[in-house]
């Protein structure tokens, strides 16, 4: 007599349980890919879900702020406008600390931050050209080195949370050289190899980390390479996306970003493109 098994799913170690109580913290949230995944995202989180979300603006933070409240209006929004080029160590201490008011971080099913937080930099001059110090300093003081600080004071703020998420929005300029993003190249080249680092070192604490490549999406950013690159190639890349309507929406990439995140169709640390899946 013949007997027969039914095949069991698993379930990817990295795939995301979003409908929870979670701490989600979400840096450039005052516009773009930042406030469009900053809604989406919170939208699924149960009540007494606090979300933070960091950029300069603090009328386009209002502005996102308002959104989400209105797709989910159980959870609490606090807002800080802060220049993440400067800000000190303390202060993001201070920002977190302030978020939480007197709420325990045992609350927390999941504690995730966002790293959105990016600019293409001076995209009118040629690698050759690039010799001002002080201007690769504040480069990297906003696009790497303030993107750790923020990371490590998060980490740590909520260690003893059980499931601790980290996405960094990433680029394929990481992987490859584009004419005129000699500032974009580097920095998102040193941010995820941190990042990569971070998963490897931190996998037994109960940390995730993707780095997610968002693709050719219609943002400002695009807007200044289409206008400003001093490669034609680049140039005439932005406007075929755009005169063709095939450049990405917001709308898109959040969409797939979350289809990937709650699917876990990555391993921690892994670099992966909106055209990937």
């Known amino acids: 007599m ?31 890919i930042g406030a469009k995944m900053a809604i989406e995202t919170a939208r699924k989180f149960k009540p007494g879900s606090v979300i933070v979300l960091l950029a300069r603006s603090a009328s386009g933070l209002e502005s996102t702020r308002s959104e989400i409240l209105a797709v989910n209006p159980h959870v609490t929004v606090v807002t800080s406008s802060v220049d993440l080029a400067t800000a000190s160590k303390e202060l993001l201490i201070e920002i977190l600390d302030k978020s939480l008011g007197k709420q325990p971080t045992g609350q927390f099913g999941l504690a995730c931050v966002i790293h959105n937080v990016g600019t293409v930099g001076n995209v009118e001059r040629k690698a050759i050209d690039m010799d001002d110090r002080t201007e690769w300093e504040q480069y990297f003081g906003t696009n790497v080195f303030n993107v750790a600080v923020l990371n490590s004071c998060f980490l740590r703020k909520f260690q003893t949370v059980a499931s601790k998420l980290v996405i960094n929005i990433t680029s394929k300029a990481c992987l490859l050289p584009f004419q005129s993003m000699t500032y974009y190249c580097a920095g998102k080249a040193a941010r995820e190899m941190y990042f990569r680092v971070l998963a490897e070192e931190e996998a037994a604490a109960g940390v995730t980390v993707l780095n997610y490549s968002p693709g050719p999406v219609d943002t400002d950013m695009t807007v200044d390479l289409q206008a400003n690159s001093n490669a034609p190639e680049i140039r005439d890349y932005f406007k075929n996306l755009r005169d063709t309507t095939t450049i990405l929406t917001t709308e898109q990439t959040t969409a797939k970003f979350l289809h990937i995140l709650q699917n876990g169709l990555f391993k921690s640390g892994d670099h992966v493109d909106y055209y990937d899946h």
Do not use: D, H, K
């Open 2 to 32: 013949s007997s027969s098994t039914t095949p069991t799913t698993t379930t990817p170690a990295t795939a995301m349980n979003l409908e929870q109580v979670a701490y989600f913290l979400v840096t450039g949230a005052s516009r773009g």
